[in-house]
């Protein structure tokens, strides 16, 4: 049974850090692209950051870049989001995803709350 947990949501001070990670099980964790969404009420789930091809290519949503930095670690089935300089608009369910290079096969987490306010 394949299964994401995420971990490390909470709340943060504006300016402040937070690291998010991504635990997976029941697949080849070297077949997946790894990614980062995050959804905010009344607005569509979005990019954050994103490894593909198991990790050779990185992209990161506009509003992110220079501040996040996307993580993973192969032999533990890991993946992490490290969020540095948080924004109150940063905040939103943070959704860890894994995307089969072969199949396109998609597999989501339940989502981490990130909240930043003073």
């Known amino acids: 049974q394949v299964q994401l947990v995420e971990s490390g949501g909470g709340l943060v001070q504006p300016g402040g850090s937070l690291r998010l990670a991504c635990v997976a099980s029941g697949l080849i964790f070297s077949n997946y692209g790894m990614s980062w969404y995050r959804q905010v009420p009344g607005k569509e789930r979005e990019l954050v950051a994103g490894?593909?091809?198991?990790?050779?290519?990185?992209n990161y949503a506009d509003s992110v870049k220079g501040r996040f930095t996307i993580s993973r670690d192969n032999a533990k089935n890991m993946v992490y989001l490290q969020m540095a300089s948080l924004k109150p608009e940063d905040t939103a369910v943070y959704y860890c995803?894994?995307?089969?290079?072969?199949?396109?096969?998609?597999?989501w987490g339940q989502g981490t709350q990130v909240t930043v306010s003073s």
């Open positions: 490894f593909s091809n198991a990790g050779k290519n990185t």
């Open positions: 995803k894994a995307h089969n290079i072969w199949t396109n096969r998609a597999y």
